[in-house]
């Protein structure tokens, strides 16, 4: 599975992005797709986590109620919608499959990656 993530920039404290993943290679809705980031001298870090179906999602609790993770299982496309940013969301954001049946928070589980994209939160 091929992974590239788009849709980083700068904005100011309280504004909004929109990440998105696109997928190619193998059938995407066989993946459970998860959302990390990694800030400068950090260990990359859960974000959200969306079922095969998109039945389902996990949030990071740092990001509960501000962030919305979403699927597309026709356009192989998996999305990150950031609200209420905060300069502690600056970071680079990765989009990742997972093959696995149980959900996991864990990074290292994870299959496939993308290659990042920049998100820096001004205050």
């Known amino acids: 599975v091929q992974l590239q993530a788009s849709g980083g920039g700068l904005v100011q404290a309280g504004g909004s992005l929109r990440l998105s993943c696109a997928t190619s290679?193998?059938?995407?809705?066989?993946?459970?797709m998860g959302w990390f980031r990694q800030a400068p001298g950090k260990e990359r870090e859960f974000v959200a986590l969306?079922?095969?179906?998109?039945?389902?999602?996990l949030y990071a609790d740092s990001v509960k109620g501000r962030f919305t993770i979403s699927r597309d299982n026709a356009k192989n496309t998996v999305s990150l919608q950031m609200n209420s940013l905060k300069p502690e969301d600056t970071a680079v954001y990765y989009c990742?499959?997972?093959?696995?049946?149980?959900?996991?928070?864990?990074?290292?589980?994870?299959?496939?990656w993308g290659q990042g994209t920049l998100v820096t939160v001004s205050s």
């Open positions: 290679g193998r059938t995407f809705s066989d993946y459970i």
């Open positions: 990742a499959a997972y093959r696995g049946l149980v959900p996991t928070t864990q990074h290292r589980q994870y299959d496939y």
């Open positions: 969306i079922s095969r179906t998109g039945g389902s999602t």
